[in-house]
């Protein structure tokens, strides 16, 4: 399995070396060389099944029948909307399905087609439970209507594991879908670049889904990773769930802390879409500030000098908004004075009785923008005005494009990184 490092666009697929979790994953086998390539990902998760919309933006964006929210731009089109920008690999940090279903599998599978991408790396979400061979062996295969009515609708619908695993993971190669569960996998792409990424779809446990886990979880991020994918946030990074409560994960978040890979992206927490550029206030290998379990002692009210909670509002409502959502609530592992958020809802969304004219305008000229582009664009090259370096910074994105709803309302993410060539 230490394949020799020639990649055409026809045959990249077998160029994929990957290394279960636990394992030593090694040096990475390509990309030692100083060469670097200049390669575009396109970041999206939490599509739940839905397909890119065609049509023009919706006269009335809170109708039952739109397929959208459009958070005030009438003018604008969908955040999600075809043909998505052009890139060198897609990345979905998981949640293909809603319900599971076949339909949805299949609809997944259609719009990663087609994106013209050669390369698209793919993990499961908790509601992805068909993907998950011993959830659906040993929790729905046996399932009985009478044990949990709730889920009533699993019986009915769900696809079956060979099924789901068909559609999704035994894609044809020169669709390039690359669908993988937790582990590290060296990719090269047709554009010549070597992309070591660590890939996870567990998260921790709410409500019984697939991919879940209590207590703790090793997230075996190595060192020399450039992109953690997973589909859950860290503890405290664009996590925070419209109930109020911080729902990523304080193993995932040391994972990171200790790994530093450039990118971190994920999704889950769909209201929690943005960005957040994070300078890191140690140097790499620095024991953080606190080595033990976090514990209540991160409580966001008192890590934050700055942050006033009574300036959060109800996220939940259409028509009050936050005028700023908290800040990373890991933030002492910051160096905050070189840290910023570049992105989140309350950037994108206008806010008639809060924002001021100057932000109405940003906000309309921002919306308008990214809609043209189809994506919000971020270059993280050292040319780039974010520019990320091993080991100091890390990007981190939230990148569902559904809202809670499950409406199209947020835009991928396209990044712009040197990765080492192959
Ligand atoms: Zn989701």
């Not at 044990?147 to 619908?157: A, I, Q």
């Not at 769909?270 to 300078?279: F, M, P």
Request: with cysteine; proline share 9%; hydrophobic share 35%.
């Amino acid at each position: 399995m230490d394949p020799t490092p020639v990649a055409t666009p026809a045959t990249f697929n077998r160029y994929t070396t990957s290394h279960p979790p636990g394992a030593d994953p090694g040096p990475r086998p390509y990309g030692s060389a100083r060469a670097t390539v200049r390669t575009r990902i396109l970041i999206i998760s939490d599509t739940h099944g839905v397909q890119l919309t065609t049509e023009p933006p919706p006269a009335n964006v809170d109708a039952p029948s739109s397929p959208c929210t459009l958070h005030g731009h009438s003018a604008s089109r969908s955040p999600f909307h075809y043909p998505l920008p052009e890139a060198d690999v897609v990345i979905h940090c998981g949640d293909l399905t809603k319900r599971s279903t076949i339909e949805e599998y299949r609809s997944t599978a259609a719009l990663l087609r087609g994106v013209r991408a050669p390369v698209k790396i793919v993990i499961a979400g908790n509601h992805d439970v068909s993907l998950h061979d011993s959830y659906y062996r040993e929790r729905v295969a046996s399932f009985s209507k009478d044990d949990r009515p709730d889920f009533g609708w699993l019986s009915r619908n769900l696809a079956t594991n060979h099924d789901a695993r068909t559609v999704i993971a035994s894609s044809s190669p020169d669709d390039g879908i690359i669908y993988v569960e937790e582990g590290t996998h060296d990719v090269v792409l047709p554009n010549g670049a070597s992309l070591r990424v660590y890939t996870s779809p567990w998260t921790p446990s709410y409500g019984g889904w697939a991919f879940q886990y209590n207590g703790p979880h090793a997230f075996d991020i190595p060192a020399d990773a450039d992109v953690a994918v997973t589909h859950g946030p860290p503890k405290g990074v664009l996590d925070y769930a419209a109930s109020g409560d911080r729902a990523g994960c304080e193993h995932l978040f040391r994972a990171v802390e200790k790994a530093r890979p450039r990118i971190h992206c994920f999704g889950h927490i769909h209201e929690a879409w943005g960005a957040y550029y994070g300078h890191w206030a140690e140097a790499p290998g620095v024991v953080g500030p606190d080595d033990t379990a976090m514990t209540e002692d991160d409580d966001p009210h008192d890590a934050y000098e700055t942050f006033d909670s009574a300036s959060v509002l109800s996220i939940s409502s259409n028509r009050s908004l936050p005028q700023q959502l908290p800040p990373p609530q890991t933030l002492r592992y910051f160096d905050t004075s070189r840290s910023r958020r570049l992105e989140d809802i309350t950037t994108i969304k206008l806010a008639p009785l809060i924002d001021s004219e100057d932000d109405t305008r940003e906000k309309r000229a921002r919306y308008a923008e990214y809609s043209a582009l189809g994506c919000r664009p971020v270059d993280i090259t050292m040319e780039g005005d974010i520019p990320v370096e091993k080991g100091q910074q890390t990007l981190f994105l939230n990148a569902a494009i559904l809202d809670r709803r499950y409406k199209i309302a947020q835009f991928p993410w396209l990044v712009e990184i040197d990765l080492p060539m192959a």
